[in-house]
C-alpha cells in the first residue's frame, strides 16, 4: 500500500474500477485490491494491472492524477525522493494530497515539490 504520512490514508482507486482515467483518490486504509500499489519497472506504480498517472500528461499545479493502461509514457513515472516525496519527472511536479485534506474520496493531483506531510508518502517494501 501507498500511504499519505500526514493523514494515514491510502492511496486509492475509487470503488476499485480499472476504466482508464479512473480517479485515484485518499481512503482509510483497508487492504483492498484498489489500495495493492506495487513499483514496477520504470518507477511506475501499479495496482489492479494499470498505472498510476498524471492526467494528459500535465504539467500543471492541480492536474490530477488518475488510472491508466501501462504505456511507459514519462506520465506514469513517479521517482521516490529521500524526503518521502513521489516525483513525476515530466512535470518536475510532486503527487499531493490537496491541502492535506484527510477527506476520504479527495483526489490526488501533482503540485510543486514542498516537503509538506502533504507530499510525503510511505512506499511498499
Not at 12 to 35: E, F, H, K, Y
Not at 81 to 89: A, K, R, V, Y
Not at 97 to 122: F, K, M, R, Y
Amino acid at each position: 500500500m501507498v500511504s499519505g504520512v500526514s493523514s494515514s490514508l491510502c492511496v486509492d482507486d475509487r470503488s476499485s474500477d480499472t476504466t482508464n482515467l479512473n480517479p485515484v483518490q485518499i481512503w482509510n486504509c483497508n487492504g483492498s485490491s484498489a489500495q495493492q500499489w506495487t513499483v514496477a519497472a520504470g518507477n511506475t506504480l501499479q495496482a489492479l494491472g494499470k498505472c498510476l498517472d498524471v492526467d494528459n500528461s500535465g504539467t500543471a499545479d492541480g492536474t490530477t492524477v488518475d488510472l491508466y493502461d501501462c504505456n511507459s509514457t514519462s506520465a506514469q513515472v513517479w521517482q521516490p525522493q529521500s524526503n518521502g516525496s513521489l516525483l513525476n519527472p515530466n512535470s518536475g511536479k510532486c503527487l499531493d494530497d490537496p491541502n492535506s485534506s484527510t477527506s476520504e474520496g479527495t483526489q490526488l493531483q501533482i503540485w510543486d515539490c514542498n516537503g509538506t506531510g502533504a507530499q510525503h508518502w510511505g512506499l511498499p517494501n
